[in-house]
């Protein structure tokens, strides 16, 4: 077990969900020094992974599943997020979702949860516009990327 990725990504992620853009620094600091602990594969599956959760989280807020107070799109340190959960998606959580439906299981309560949770810790800012719908919609999105996560891993790993 990596415990520098799962401690550093939940340290990281209660940051930045408590303090948004006030630990920008310290968290890409963090970033930047586990990009230099993997390999160039590796490198490219969490720039890969980062791109589709962007994407996936635009599609979002487009479609109105999700916003931001303060934001018409993602804010820099909800992105940032999205940097510090590829890097630990592809360190540590990739490895526990290799079954399809494992994976599904755990992506599909975890990441709502995440959400949930970092929607409380930012004092209002993560909203979802759809109440229960919003988290239904989050179960599915999150067991698709976790099975996503889990078959991706043979290319890199």
């Known amino acids: 077990m990596n415990w520098r990725a799962v401690i550093g990504f939940e340290i990281c992620w209660l940051a930045l ?3 948004q853009q006030t630990v920008l620094i ?14 160039n594969k590796s490198r490219l599956a969490v720039l890969n992974v980062i791109g589709a959760g962007l994407l996936i989280d635009s599609a979002l807020v487009t479609a109105g599943v999700i916003g931001f ?31 399809p439906w494992l994976a599904a299981l755990l992506g599909g309560i975890g990441g709502p ?6 929607a409380g810790l930012s004092g209002g800012i993560l909203q979802f516009y759809y109440g229960q719908w919003s988290y239904l919609i989050l179960s599915i999105v999150w067991a698709l990327i976790a099975i996503a996560l889990g078959c991706s891993r043979r290319w890199y790993a």
Do not use: C, H, R
């Open 113 to 118: 949860v995440s959400y949930i949770a970092g």
């Open 17 to 19: 969900a408590y303090w």
């Open 69 to 99: 107070s303060d934001n018409i799109w993602l804010p820099l340190w909800f992105i940032l997020l999205w940097a510090v959960f590829a890097l630990a998606a592809v360190e540590v959580m990739a490895a526990m979702l290799t079954k």
């Open 26 to 39: 310290p968290v890409l600091m963090y970033w930047l020094y586990g990009m230099s602990q993997l390999n």
